[in-house]
């Protein structure tokens, strides 16, 4: 079993920048690629990026690339997502995600409660 829990969510305004984080306990000896996904109010999780355990590659959704960057450190267990630029339609809670390489929910196995991004205009 793998424990992941996200932090750094909030309130910014339109325009700056968060950083999110994802720590995982348990059986973190596995080679897990970690991913970010998102759920707005009223809409399917979405997939946002992915990295894989060595960190050589990243996948990312068109609508954030460019402004997000996923990051890992394996030494510390943890996962990053580091968001510039938000826009009002990034608002939703975003949760990590720990499994196999790709861009859909059935791909991972582990999964964190997720932490709230609010985007105001």
């Known amino acids: 079993q793998v424990q992941l829990v996200e932090s750094g969510g909030g309130l910014v305004q339109a325009g700056g920048s968060l950083r999110l984080s994802c720590a995982a306990s348990?059986?973190?000896?596995?080679?897990?690629?970690m991913a970010w996904f998102r759920q707005a109010p009223g809409k399917e999780r979405e997939f946002v990026a992915a990295?894989?355990?060595?960190?050589?590659?990243?996948q990312y959704a068109d609508s954030v690339k460019g402004r997000f960057t996923v990051s890992r450190d394996n030494a510390k267990n943890t996962v990053y997502l580091q968001m510039n630029n938000l826009k009002p339609e990034d608002t939703a809670v975003y949760c990590c995600?720990?499994?196999?390489?790709?861009?859909?929910?059935?791909?991972?196995?582990?999964w964190g409660q997720g932490t709230q991004v609010t985007v105001s205009p």
């Open positions: 348990g059986r973190t000896g596995s080679r897990y690629v």
């Open positions: 995600a720990a499994g196999g390489w790709g861009t859909h929910e059935d791909q991972y196995y582990y």
């Open positions: 990295i894989s355990w060595s960190g050589g590659s990243t």
